[in-house]
């Protein structure tokens, strides 16, 4: 069987150490990305316009398996 430094069960990453960093990273990544995007995209500058896209499309993307990977240690959650 080969060895791999990490695998994606369930839309989540977990190295083999058993953490959860790249997960974090990959997810904070996409969230800043689309967050971005929104604003960008969209004409209205209307807040609750933005808000309603936000939590729609960014809010799913860091709370998906939240139970299972959430951060600890204090550089992750200034990450978050």
Known sequence: ????????DLGVIIDNC???DIHINHIVTR???LAN???KCIISQHPPTLT???TTYVRPLLEY???V???HSVGLVEKN
Do not use: D, Y
């Open 1 to 8: 069987m080969p060895q791999v430094e990490s695998v994606k």
């Open 37 to 39: 995007l929104i604003h």
């Open 69 to 71: 990977w959430w951060p």
């Open 52 to 54: 309603l896209a936000f």
């Open 18 to 20: 058993l953490k959860f």
């Open 65 to 67: 398996a939240t139970c």
């Open 31 to 33: 969230a800043h990305r």
